[in-house]
């Protein structure tokens, strides 16, 4: 069976992936436009599509597909139509498990960095400006004995609160559109976006990208975190406002954002480029070698389940 890899992957990965079915692997990380797409849903039967390339419900209608799995590459998937893969007769899975502690370790360094204005600080260093240290220079937020507030208490939101309790004696509060229990440290679950915005110090988006999550956190949302809040995204870039985030930033409505992605990925808007008190990272997530190796194997593992007449363990459509 023809498998086309729609990114270079690690060494190892590609050795693993070339070994068991005939492949192809694009030379290129621009990620694949909707016409390219459709393309190689009608030359190969099995896929490997990575963040940004465009499986939009176009791809799929343009010609009758070949392909019958698209086993993605990384735990969101909202760069794939699953309504017109589904009625395409593509299934789809992703690889869920294997990036949770990488990603939770992003979002505590953005958080960190934020906090203690690292990246600001860094820039000044490298700058040959600095005239050596003195009492009110660069004053951060404290971040131990603080409250987090996780928006999407799933694996990573978990991980991310655990991490920062155990370790900062961070209060724990969270939003999650269904009922979280069996925790296995102190959170308080709130009803709404708003109260937890409101309560929190520091806010960290964990939640999946899609319909149901785009704009969650719109200009009331941080209006309602206030000046000494801090808002921290790891999970999709249009979770939050873009223009409102700048306004809030600009305007000292909050205090800081640490982002690792954004709403219109890569492009970074040249205004969120030039505010100090947003620190910028280029999708950083789960770049760990070990990592990007786990998630393509994991990958890998549902190709060879779906083509052995097995139900590919993390099959989403």
């Given at each position: 069976?023809k498998?086309?890899?729609?990114?270079?992957?690690?060494?190892?990965?590609?050795?693993?992936?070339?070994?068991?079915?005939?492949?192809?692997?694009?030379?290129?990380n621009v990620?694949?436009?909707?016409?390219?797409?459709?393309?190689?849903?009608?030359?190969?039967?099995?896929?490997?599509?990575?963040?940004?390339?465009?499986?939009?419900?176009?791809?799929?209608?343009?010609?009758?597909?070949?392909?019958?799995?698209?086993a993605?590459?990384?735990a969101?998937?909202?760069?794939i139509?699953?309504?017109?893969?589904?009625?395409?007769?593509v299934?789809?899975?992703?690889?869920?498990?294997?990036?949770?502690?990488?990603?939770?370790?992003?979002?505590?360094?953005?958080?960190l960095?934020?906090?203690?204005r690292?990246g600001?600080?860094?820039?000044?260093?490298?700058?040959?400006?600095?005239?050596?240290?003195?009492?009110?220079?660069?004053l951060g937020?404290?971040?131990?004995?603080?409250?987090?507030?996780i928006?999407?208490?799933?694996?990573?939101?978990?991980s991310?609160?655990?991490?920062?309790?155990?370790?900062?004696?961070?209060?724990?509060?969270?939003f999650?559109?269904?009922?979280?229990?069996g925790?296995?440290?102190?959170?308080?679950?709130?009803?709404?976006?708003?109260?937890?915005?409101?309560?929190?110090?520091?806010?960290?988006?964990?939640?999946?990208?899609?319909?149901?999550?785009h704009?969650?956190?719109d200009?009331?949302?941080l209006?309602?975190?206030?000046?000494?809040g801090?808002?921290?995204?790891?999970?999709?870039?249009?979770?939050?406002?873009?223009?409102?985030?700048?306004?809030?930033?600009?305007?000292g409505?909050?205090?800081?954002?640490?982002?690792?992605?954004?709403?219109?990925?890569p492009?970074?808007a040249?205004?969120l480029?030039?505010?100090?008190n947003?620190?910028?990272l280029?999708?950083l997530?789960?770049?760990?070698e070990?990592?990007?190796?786990?998630?393509?194997?994991?990958?890998l593992?549902?190709?060879?389940?779906?083509?052995?007449g097995?139900?590919?363990?993390?099959?989403?459509?």
């Amino acid at each position: 069976m023809k498998l086309l890899v729609t990114r270079p992957m690690t060494k190892a990965a590609e050795a693993a992936i070339a070994e068991r079915f005939e492949t192809r692997f694009r030379d290129t990380n621009v990620p694949m436009t909707e016409a390219e797409a459709a393309t190689a849903l009608a030359e190969y039967d099995l896929i490997m599509p990575t963040l940004g390339d465009a499986f939009r419900a176009g791809a799929f209608q343009a010609a009758k597909p070949r392909t019958r799995l698209l086993a993605n590459f990384g735990a969101g998937y909202n760069h794939i139509d699953l309504d017109a893969a589904r009625a395409a007769g593509v299934a789809v899975t992703n690889t869920p498990n294997v990036v949770t502690a990488s990603t939770a370790e992003l979002a505590v360094t953005l958080l960190l960095m934020t906090a203690r204005r690292a990246g600001e600080g860094e820039r000044l260093a490298r700058s040959g400006t600095w005239t050596g240290w003195h009492p009110t220079q660069m004053l951060g937020a404290p971040v131990t004995g603080q409250k987090l507030g996780i928006v999407g208490m799933g694996r990573i939101g978990q991980s991310i609160a655990r991490t920062l309790h155990r370790g900062f004696d961070m209060e724990v509060v969270f939003f999650n559109r269904s009922t979280v229990s069996g925790l296995d440290f102190p959170a308080r679950q709130l009803g709404t976006v708003a109260e937890l915005m409101r309560e929190a110090d520091f806010v960290v988006i964990a939640v999946p990208g899609g319909a149901g999550t785009h704009h969650l956190i719109d200009a009331a949302a941080l209006e309602a975190l206030g000046p000494e809040g801090i808002v921290v995204n790891i999970a999709r870039g249009d979770v939050i406002d873009q223009q409102a985030l700048i306004a809030a930033l600009s305007t000292g409505k909050i205090r800081a954002a640490g982002l690792d992605v954004f709403e219109f990925e890569p492009e970074i808007a040249e205004a969120l480029r030039s505010l100090d008190n947003a620190v910028l990272l280029p999708h950083l997530g789960t770049a760990v070698e070990a990592t990007r190796t786990e998630m393509a194997l994991r990958a890998l593992d549902n190709l060879i389940a779906f083509t052995e007449g097995r139900t590919p363990t993390d099959l989403v459509a």
